[in-house]
C-alpha cells in the first residue's frame, strides 16, 4: 500500500479540492484525507501509478507537489538534515565572502559545486581560501543579520522529537553556524567543517578531515549504529549534489528546493512547500504540529 500526498505553499495554500478528488478517481485511491485545510491531502493507492512524474509534472505546473511513499513506513525515528539552503534560506559561505569582497566568485562556485560540477573538497577549499584574513567577528554579524530559517524547521523538529525522534544537523559548512542553528531548531547533534582561525582573523584553510558527500553518509551509518535504528528508520532531507548519498541510503531522501540534478535523483521532491512538508509526508497532520 502507498500513500499519495499532495502539497502546496502554506503560504499561498489553494490546494483545489477537485484536483485531489480526479487523481483519487483516476488512481482508483481510497477517501481523501486532508491534513491541512487547503495545503495538503493524501489518499492511498495499491500500487505506484505507471504515470506517476507525468501527473507529477502537471501538478508541478500548478505549483502542486506531488510525492508517494510507502504507508507502512512513513512515519520515521530519525531527522538528518542538511544547513544551507535546506535548514536555512542562505548559503553561508556565499554570505560570509559577500562581507570579504568575493560574493560573486564565491557564489560561482558554489552553484558549480551544488550541481555536482565540480568536486565538492577542492571547491569548498578554494572559497575558504578567497576569505583569508577575514576578520572572525563577521561569522556573528552573518549569523545576526543575513541568515534566515527556513519556514517549518521548528515544527518539524520539536514534532519529530515529541514523537520520539532524533535529530542530526550534517553540514558541508561550517560548525561556527551548525552549532548556533542546532541550538535554535533544537537538533540533538551537529557536524560540519572547521574554519582555521588565527589572531582573530580565517587562515584561509579549512580543518581537516574534511566533511563532504561521503561524511553525510558516514554520519548516518554512525548515529542509527549507535541508536539503534537502522537506514529506513532516516528521513533524510537536503538540496545539494553533497546530499546525494545521504538522501539515497534513508529510507526517506527528501529533494528540497534542490538544484534540477539533484532533484531528478530523488523519488521525494518538494519544490513549493516549506519544511512542513516532511511532517505532513509521514502522515502528521497540521494540528498534530508542535512549534
Request: proline share 3%; net charge negative; aromatic share 6%.
Amino acid at each position: 500500500m502507498f500513500t499519495v500526498v499532495l502539497l502546496t505553499s502554506p503560504e499561498k495554500g489553494g490546494l483545489e479540492p477537485s484536483l485531489v478528488e480526479s487523481l483519487r478517481n483516476a488512481w482508483g485511491g481510497g477517501d481523501a484525507i486532508w491534513l491541512a485545510p487547503d495545503e495538503a491531502a493524501e489518499f492511498t493507492v495499491a500500487e505506484i501509478p505507471a504515470n506517476r512524474w507525468e501527473v507529477w509534472e502537471s501538478c508541478q505546473a500548478m505549483q502542486v507537489d506531488l510525492v508517494i511513499v510507502p504507508t507502512a513506513t512513513r512515519r520515521k525515528k530519525m531527522l538528518l538534515a542538511d544547513m544551507d539552503s535546506t535548514m536555512i534560506q542562505q548559503e553561508c559561505i556565499d554570505e560570509l565572502a559577500d562581507e570579504a569582497g568575493v560574493g560573486e566568485r564565491v557564489k560561482d562556485i558554489t552553484a558549480r559545486a551544488m550541481n555536482g560540477e565540480l568536486d565538492f573538497d577542492g571547491a569548498l577549499r578554494e572559497r575558504v581560501g578567497l576569505m583569508k584574513g577575514l576578520d572572525a567577528s563577521v561569522i556573528d554579524k552573518v549569523l545576526d543579520e543575513r541568515i534566515s530559517f527556513m519556514p517549518g524547521g521548528k515544527a518539524l523538529l520539536a514534532t519529530m522529537k515529541a514523537n520520539g525522534g532524533h535529530a542530526a544537523l550534517v553540514s558541508g559548512g561550517f560548525t561556527a553556524f551548525t552549532a548556533k542553528v542546532a541550538a535554535a531548531l533544537g537538533f540533538d547533534e551537529n557536524r560540519a567543517n572547521t574554519l582555521l582561525i588565527e589572531d582573530g582573523v580565517l587562515t584561509g584553510e579549512v580543518g581537516m578531515p574534511i566533511l563532504g558527500k561521503q561524511a553525510k553518509v558516514d554520519a548516518l551509518e554512525e548515529i542509527t549504529a549507535r541508536l539503534g535504528l537502522t537506514d529506513a528508520d532516516v528521513l533524510a532531507v537536503g538540496d545539494g549534489a553533497n546530499d546525494l548519498g545521504m538522501l539515497g541510503r534513508a529510507g526517506m531522501g527528501v529533494a528540497l528546493h534542490a538544484k534540477p540534478s539533484v532533484a531528478a535523483q530523488c523519488d521525494v521532491r518538494v519544490n513549493f512547500a516549506d519544511l512542513t512538508a516532511l511532517l505532513y509526508v509521514q502522515g502528521y497532520a497540521k494540528d498534530e504540529f508542535l512549534s
